[in-house]
């Protein structure tokens, strides 16, 4: 027996429903690794390694440096993710690569005795979480039909607030115990666990190919100018 078109209907916007959450799984996560990062560790990080007087010098350096390489290296990563093409799609794989530096990077930064070496890590953090972030903002458009953009825009902006207030709030937490490197790993699970979500459950229909190549063949063509100088000359200017 066929459905009727209100249970149709019903299903339909379960499914849409399922899809969106599945898809904004990673951006709730790294919401809340920025909202804990930028909030609380960093502060309480750069708080304990300088003097007081040039607390608020130190932060807003951090801050331009992250912005700068967000600019470059976003852009550059997405453009990149365009021409890709393996088994897997042509945006996940560069998911896969930027998150999993960031989670390494995350572990460089629980080791950071320094400064400077909370201000390496930290930018190292960004170029990988921008790698990711990149692809992913073309991966929301592949993946969601115009007549539901409006409601993934809405999703998005659901899961970042949500994001931040747990981020904040964990963090809060965990600083108050006198725990900074609790707070770190918190915020490293969040992102690993809401990108894991969405790279396993988003079948990419976009740049999937049953050719067998190496890794060198992959490094080769994200390398090459044709697919990326472009559009990126364009974004950044």
Request: aromatic share 6%; glycine share 12%; net charge positive.
């Amino acid at each position: 027996m066929l459905p009727s078109p209100v249970e149709a209907g019903s299903l339909e916007r379960r499914l849409v429903s399922r899809r969106l959450a599945t898809l904004t799984a990673y951006w709730l996560g790294l919401s809340v690794l920025w909202g804990s990062g930028t909030t609380i560790v960093l502060p309480r990080l750069v708080e304990q390694l300088v003097p007081a007087a040039v607390k608020t010098g130190a932060l807003a350096l951090n801050a331009s440096l992250q912005a700068v390489v967000s600019i470059v290296v976003q852009p550059i990563a997405g453009a990149a993710s365009d021409q890709l093409t393996s088994p897997w799609g042509r945006r996940r794989p560069l998911m896969v690569v930027g998150v999993t530096a960031q989670l390494v990077f995350l572990g460089v930064l629980l080791l950071a005795r320094s400064y400077v070496g909370v201000l390496v890590a930290m930018l190292l953090v960004e170029l990988a979480s921008n790698t990711a972030q990149g692809p992913f903002q073309g991966l929301m458009p592949d993946m969601v039909a115009r007549g539901h953009r409006g409601v993934a825009s809405g999703y998005l902006g659901a899961a970042q607030l949500i994001g931040q207030v747990i981020g904040v709030a964990g963090a809060g937490v965990a600083v108050a115990v006198g725990d900074v490197e609790l707070a770190i790993a918190l915020s490293g699970l969040a992102v690993g666990l809401g990108a894991l979500v969405t790279i396993v459950d988003t079948p990419e229909p976009f740049g999937r190919t049953g050719t067998r190549r190496g890794a060198r063949d992959w490094i080769r063509e994200l390398a090459h100018p044709r697919g990326w100088a472009e559009p990126a000359r364009r974004v950044l200017f």
